[in-house]
């Protein structure tokens, strides 16, 4: 099937099921094209739940369709590919933050919006890339803050707002990839480039750039940005919407290696299969639902 034929039947089916379709970032670009809104995770989320929409098909992986859900509840939402995992989100279980806060009582649970709906129940509040430092900053200064499952993300917010964190041992296996090394290298070879990484990086990788920013405040400070030139370093699926935005600068990836695999399952062909089948539809249990909802709904009070 040609790529016009596959867009026309989406087109047509999406309009048939009264569907929206969400793109993240790290999205191949064709999928990112088809999309009625492309962003961050929980703005996807939030953005179709706005929406009339009976149907929401989340480009994205298996947690952010389950955020939809639990925004959404009322709305059907499908995974093109029900394979398209995060393998940070899958580093905890609720199980485990269960014994962990056993293990320290009375402390609060902190954990990124990349997590699972069940670790989500188990939490006081989420938050995201671009507000854990002002909901870490928010949190009462009596005990420490259990913060899960990305160390890395806990380790900036902590360094911005001096609080104690107990960190969980997560981290995103992509963002792994790029070093410190590979910013300096960009920076040698392109002197004028100002240099962004997303706060999942690792420490060293975040002192070497200019600025750590979600893929958000990426897109929004290049945007407004009168400089030509940036050194991008996270998921390189983001340098298309960058590119798509701002033809007139020059984008750099710090590493080809920062690619994820479980972003790039989903296909055009998987778009369509999902809108024909109406699958894979992602639910969360109305008990799990209920606490989850109430750690997004803090966050958004907070931030």
Not at 79 to 103: F, H, S, Y
Request: net charge negative; proline share 7%.
């Amino acid at each position: 099937m040609s790529y016009d034929d596959l867009v026309e039947k989406i087109v047509r089916l999406k309009e048939e099921r009264n569907a929206v379709i969400l793109a993240h970032n790290y999205q191949r670009p064709e999928v990112q094209d088809i999309a009625d809104f492309t962003g961050d995770s929980l703005g996807l989320s939030q953005e179709a739940a706005k929406t009339d929409a009976d149907v929401i098909v989340f480009c994205g992986v298996l947690f952010m369709a389950e955020t939809a859900a639990i925004l959404s509840p009322e709305k059907t939402v499908l995974l093109p590919d029900p394979l398209a995992g995060c393998p940070m989100a899958d580093m905890i279980t609720a199980e485990q933050l269960r014994q962990r806060k056993r293990e320290y009582p009375g402390s609060p649970a902190v954990c990124y919006v990349n997590s699972t709906a069940a670790v989500k129940a188990e939490c006081d509040v989420c938050c995201t890339s671009s507000n854990a430092v002002k909901i870490v900053g928010s949190m009462p200064d009596d005990l420490p803050l259990l913060f899960v499952p990305d160390k890395y993300l806990g380790m900036y917010a902590a360094s911005k707002t001096h609080k104690k964190l107990i960190l969980w041992e997560g981290y995103c296996p992509t963002h792994m990839r790029i070093t410190a090394d590979d910013i300096n290298a960009l920076k040698r070879e392109h002197p004028a480039a100002i240099s962004l990484v997303h706060p999942e990086c690792r420490p060293e990788v975040i002192a070497a750039a200019d600025f750590a920013l979600s893929t958000g405040a990426m897109l929004k400070k290049v945007r407004e940005s009168s400089e030509r030139e940036f050194i991008i370093g996270t998921e390189v699926g983001i340098l298309h919407p960058l590119t798509k935005e701002n033809p007139d600068k020059v984008f750099y990836p710090a590493s080809d290696r920062a690619v994820c695999p479980n972003m790039k399952r989903i296909t055009l062909e998987k778009v369509l299969w999902a809108l024909e089948r109406m699958e894979e539809r992602i639910t969360v249990p109305p008990e799990i639902r209920e606490r989850a909802v109430r750690a997004v709904d803090r966050m958004l009070s907070m931030s």
